[in-house]
Structures are given as structure tokens and as C-alpha cells.
């Protein structure tokens, strides 16, 4: 019997627009008892072919989509798509002085709960999804086909796999066990990445571009990189000549790593300052010592994980602004972060305003930031979208 899920009467439209997510509320009826992770057949009501998906039993999501075709879904399906991502991860869209890049980003390469990135030789997946998890090995064999890599680690230690009625799984799936550290470039900046226990999958691509403007701007500035986590825009800013640059992270950890990815840099010591402290109570401590900088990132972890956190993420947003504010020199440069995909850009813009009213500083946006072009958008799926910034002037 053929496995289909038959959405209720009117509840086609969002597919028809390719969003890509079936919720459990939209769907009349399963036939053919489908296993967990197995393709199905989406149907609307009327009996029409919408595409094909993956079923998951237990979470809220019941479809993800794979197509909106009637092809098969097998491993060529997958070896194709690979093969279309990584097309689009080539120069000019990534330089070549980059080996650090997102290849698979899930939902926007039209492959849901699959997330490679390549950091050197080594590609590390995550599969976050019934349907993901299901193909795990076709989907291993086709990346070890298209990719020469020496080795495929995991790293789906994900909590939202719970949902999924899942448990988590990290380890070497294919080849060589990577080394504790892997060097790679970005744009041509050097940095150290732990893929075994680093975040997300050992680094945050997706501010590669924000870093390299950083970078662009830092000559001869005093530099706050706050959240500096292992580096990343700290780097940057010395790479671009910065007078001097402060990291400050709360975990001892991040802040060796990101004094190794200095020193590969060739960044002579009396040219920063590591701080393992807490970034709202450091702030204040600069404001009463009177300390100023001429540049200043604010990239601080998810403030909002969820909507009825909207109103206190918002809080802290704009209490880290304002006082960034008030330490920024006339003429100085503020780079500031949400990778809440919940913040909607304009509420992020608001409560930028607002910090700027109370710091009682003239503030104008220079550009609008997002995530590099290795996170592509697509444009049927909004909630794609989440890395979201500002730079901004203070005068
Ligand atoms: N800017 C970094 C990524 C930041 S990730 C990059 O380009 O790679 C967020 C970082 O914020 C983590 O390293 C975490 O340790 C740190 N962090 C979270 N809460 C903090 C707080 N209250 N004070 C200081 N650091 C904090």
C-alpha cells in the first residue's frame, strides 16, 4: 500500500509555495503506516501529488519535504543535490583563501535536518531529523563519493533530536580520525578548530564575512570583541591591524583557544588582552573606569531560544547595547549580533534605538549584516534566516 500523507482541505497552499515544513494540525490522513524517517507521498486533499517527504511520527513537524516532484528519493536523489550545494560553495561566492565552509545547510540546499561543513580535509554532519537520520548512511556514501576528504566525523549531539524521538550520536562515521585540532583558513585568517568538541560543529561559520569587514575597519583602533568564544572577530581585528584588541569570553576554555588562534597569526603578545569574565558586568566595569574603545562586537550567544522569550532577549539586547554605547570614542564602529532567529531584523533595529536614546548617542546604521552566502536563504522560507546585525556609527 502506498505510504501518503493526505493534508485536510486548504492546507496545501504553504507547500505549493515550497515551505517545506508539514505540521501534524495540517494532515487528514496517513495511509500505509510509514516508519519512522521513511519517504511518503504528499497529497492534498483533493488527491494531487505535492511532492515527497519524510515522516516523523513524533515530532510537531510531520513532513519535512525532500521534493516537490515525483522523483524518487534514493541515493541518487541525494548525490544530486550534494553535488548542487557544493556548486554553490564555489569562488567567487567562497574565496579560495577559505577551508573552512558550510557545504549542506539544511531546509536552503533543499535538504532538511542535514547540516556538513568542511573544516580542511574533514567534513563533520549533523543529522537532526527522522528523515536525515533514516538516509544517514546513503547520505554518508554519496559525500565520500563527491567530496575527497580524508575523513567524516558526526557531531549530532543535538537535543532537538528528542523530538524526533531520537537519541544523539557523535564519532568518526568514515576514514581518518581527525586531529585534536584542525588549522583552516578564512579568508586567509588562520584559526584552530576543535570539531570534536567545539560549538555547533567547531565554529561559526556563518560570521565569516562579518569578520572579514571587521577585519576591513580595525587599522590602527582599540578593539572589544565581547562573546569573543575562540576568537573569531578578535582574530580579525588584529589581522587588520588594530592597535590593540580586548577578548573577552566567560569560558576559560574558548579564551585559550582563541589566544592559539592569535599566536597562529603571528600576533605579538603586547598587542591584546584576554578577559574570562561576564560581558554585562565587564562592560559596566569599563564605563566606571572610563575605559574607551573605537571599536566594539557584540555577538552574544541566543538571548531569545523561543517566542515567549522575546520581551527579556530584548532586555538583555539592549542593555549590552547601550552601554557599548557609551564605551564606543566619537567616530566609533559598533558590529552587533543576534542569531536569535525569533528577533525579527526591525525589532533588532528598535531596541538598537532605543539603547542609542538611552546611551544618549547620535547612532547611524552603516550596513545591515546577516549570515555568510555558505547560510543561504531560500526564498519560500523565512525562518532560514536568523543571524541577523548591524554596523552601526556612533558619532
Ligand atoms: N563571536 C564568536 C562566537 C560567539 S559564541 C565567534 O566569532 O566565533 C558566544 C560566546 O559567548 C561563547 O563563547 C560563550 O562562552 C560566551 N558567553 C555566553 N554568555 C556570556 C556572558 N554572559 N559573558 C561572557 N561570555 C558569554
Given at each position: 500500500?502506498?505510504?501518503q500523507v493526505i493534508l485536510k482541505q486548504g492546507r496545501e497552499r504553504s507547500v505549493v509555495r515550497r515551505h517545506p515544513w508539514i505540521f501534524t494540525g495540517a494532515i487528514q490522513k496517513v495511509t500505509g503506516s510509514p516508519e519512522r524517517g521513511e519517504t511518503v507521498d504528499l497529497l492534498s486533499a483533493g488527491g494531487q501529488l505535492l511532492g515527497r517527504g519524510a515522516w516523523s511520527p513524533q515530532?510537531?513537524?510531520?513532513?519535512?519535504?525532500?521534493?516537490?516532484?515525483?522523483?524518487?528519493?534514493?541515493?541518487?536523489?541525494?548525490?544530486?543535490?550534494?553535488?548542487?550545494?557544493?556548486?554553490?560553495?564555489?569562488p567567487p561566492v567562497i574565496s579560495s583563501e577559505t577551508s573552512g565552509v558550510r557545504l549542506i545547510h539544511s531546509e536552503s540546499d533543499g535538504l532538511p535536518g542535514i547540516t556538513v561543513d568542511r573544516y580542511g580535509d574533514w567534513l563533520v554532519c549533523q543529522f537532526s531529523t527522522a528523515g536525515s537520520v533514516y538516509w544517514k548512511t546513503t547520505i554518508t556514501a554519496a559525500?565520500?563519493?563527491?567530496?575527497?576528504?580524508?575523513?567524516?566525523?558526526?557531531?549530532?549531539?543535538?537535543?532537538?533530536?528528542k523530538k524526533e524521538g531520537l537519541g544523539e550520536s557523535a564519532g568518526l562515521i568514515w576514514g581518518e580520525e581527525p586531529p585534536e585540532v584542525i588549522e583552516i583558513l578564512e579568508d586567509g585568517r588562520k584559526y584552530g578548530v576543535n570539531i570534536r568538541g567545539g560549538h555547533k560543529t567547531g565554529f561559526y561559520l556563518d560570521q565569516r564575512e562579518n569578520r572579514s569587514l571587521v577585519e576591513s575597519c580595525s587599522k590602527d583602533r582599540q578593539v572589544l570583541d565581547c562573546f569573543c568564544y575562540t576568537g573569531g572577530f578578535g582574530v580579525a581585528a588584529l589581522s587588520g591591524g588594530a592597535a590593540h584588541a580586548t577578548l573577552l569570553d566567560s569560558s576559560g576554555p574558548a579564551l585559550a583557544r582563541a589566544e592559539m588562534n592569535i599566536t597562529l597569526n603571528n600576533v605579538p603578545e603586547e598587542k591584546y588582552t584576554l578577559m574570562e569574565a561576564d560581558v554585562f558586568q565587564a562592560l559596566r566595569k569599563f564605563r566606571t573606569e572610563n575605559r574607551r574603545f573605537d571599536?566594539?562586537?557584540?555577538?552574544?550567544?541566543?538571548?531569545?531560544?523561543?517566542?515567549?522569550?522575546?520581551?527579556?532577549?530584548a532586555r538583555a539586547y539592549k542593555d549590552i547595547n547601550m552601554i557599548a554605547l557609551q564605551l564606543l570614542n566619537p567616530g566609533g564602529l559598533l558590529f552587533t549580533f543576534s542569531c536569535s532567529g525569533h528577533m525579527e531584523d526591525m525589532?533588532?533595529?528598535?531596541?538598537?534605538?532605543?539603547?542609542?536614546?538611552?546611551?544618549?548617542?547620535?547612532?547611524?546604521?552603516?550596513?545591515?549584516?546577516?549570515?555568510?552566502?555558505?547560510h543561504?536563504?531560500?526564498?519560500?522560507?523565512?525562518?532560514?534566516?536568523?543571524?541577523?546585525?548591524?554596523?552601526?556609527?556612533?558619532?
Open positions: 500500500m502506498a505510504k515530532s510537531q513537524m510531520s513532513v519535512r519535504m525532500w521534493t516537490y516532484t515525483d522523483e524518487q528519493i534514493d541515493g541518487e536523489f541525494f548525490s544530486k543535490k550534494i553535488s548542487e550545494a557544493i556548486f554553490l560553495r564555489t559525500l565520500q563519493k563527491i567530496i575527497p576528504c580524508k575523513g567524516i566525523f558526526e557531531r549530532s549531539d543535538l537535543s532537538v533530536l571599536l566594539i562586537i557584540l555577538d552574544p550567544p541566543k538571548f531569545v531560544e523561543s517566542r515567549n522569550q522575546i520581551d527579556k532577549g525589532l533588532f533595529q528598535k531596541i538598537v534605538a532605543d539603547a542609542a536614546l538611552d546611551a544618549e548617542r547620535e547612532v547611524k546604521i552603516l550596513r545591515w549584516l546577516s549570515q555568510a552566502p555558505d543561504p536563504l531560500i526564498t519560500g522560507f523565512p525562518e532560514g534566516k536568523y543571524l541577523k546585525g548591524l554596523m552601526a556609527i556612533a558619532t
